[in-house]
């Protein structure tokens, strides 16, 4: 094989672990988020857990497909020697894109879940400012301050893979 297949097959290793991670790391907080809807005992509570539970579990499954998707895509590179420039600049626009796909549905789904939840809050309690910090100030600063950031991040690595993917294929290995 030559360079930029090798790198290629790196990156997409290094995809899977990653997608792993994130698939532990949801499926305990969804998990999480079961148990307390099963536990709580407030019922104005349960529609914003609802929403944040199908956002982590729809986490869980995209990954688990997309890790699908990478193992077949390892499969089928793996039997051929080296691919098109054209082929690796689709297959980086297609990891680019569900990264930006994923990370818009986790930001809607936890910003509404938060929002029903901040509402939930309100009306249990009456308190302005903790509906206003569960239901509108924490989903903000969670996007901005992490969520925007890693997802951002992803894309910079999809973006420097695909470069140094384009210049070893250009370059012969």
């Given at each position: 094989?030559?360079?930029?297949?090798?790198?290629?097959?790196?990156?997409?290793?290094?995809?899977?672990?990653?997608?792993?991670?994130?698939?532990?790391?949801?499926?305990?907080?969804?998990?999480?988020?079961?148990?307390?809807?099963?536990?709580?005992?407030?019922?104005?509570?349960?529609?914003?857990?609802?929403?944040?539970?199908?956002?982590?579990?729809?986490?869980?499954?995209?990954?688990?497909?997309?890790?699908?998707?990478?193992?077949?895509?390892?499969?089928?590179?793996?039997t051929a020697a080296a691919m098109s420039e054209t082929a690796y600049a689709k297959w980086f626009e297609r990891?680019?894109?569900f990264v930006k796909h994923l990370a818009l549905f986790d930001a809607a789904c936890q910003l509404i879940g938060?929002?029903?939840?901040?509402?939930?809050?309100?009306?249990?309690?009456?308190?302005?400012?903790?509906?206003?910090?569960?239901?509108?100030?924490?989903?903000?600063?969670?996007?901005?301050?992490?969520?925007?950031?890693?997802?951002?991040?992803?894309?910079?690595?999809?973006?420097?893979?695909?470069?140094?993917?384009?210049?070893?294929?250009?370059?012969?290995?």
């Amino acid at each position: 094989m030559n360079g930029a297949t090798d790198r290629f097959l790196d990156f997409v290793l290094l995809q899977r672990r990653r997608n792993f991670r994130r698939v532990y790391i949801a499926g305990f907080v969804a998990a999480l988020i079961a148990i307390l809807l099963y536990e709580t005992q407030w019922l104005n509570l349960r529609a914003g857990l609802v929403v944040l539970l199908i956002g982590y579990v729809g986490d869980v499954l995209a990954l688990f497909l997309r890790n699908v998707q990478l193992l077949n895509d390892l499969d089928r590179k793996k039997t051929a020697a080296a691919m098109s420039e054209t082929a690796y600049a689709k297959w980086f626009e297609r990891e680019e894109l569900f990264v930006k796909h994923l990370a818009l549905f986790d930001a809607a789904c936890q910003l509404i879940g938060f929002l029903t939840l901040g509402c939930a809050f309100w009306a249990s309690t009456r308190s302005l400012w903790l509906s206003l910090a569960i239901g509108f100030v924490y989903p903000i600063t969670a996007y901005f301050g992490l969520t925007r950031g890693k997802s951002l991040e992803a894309i910079k690595r999809i973006r420097a893979a695909k470069q140094e993917v384009s210049l070893l294929n250009d370059g012969g290995g």
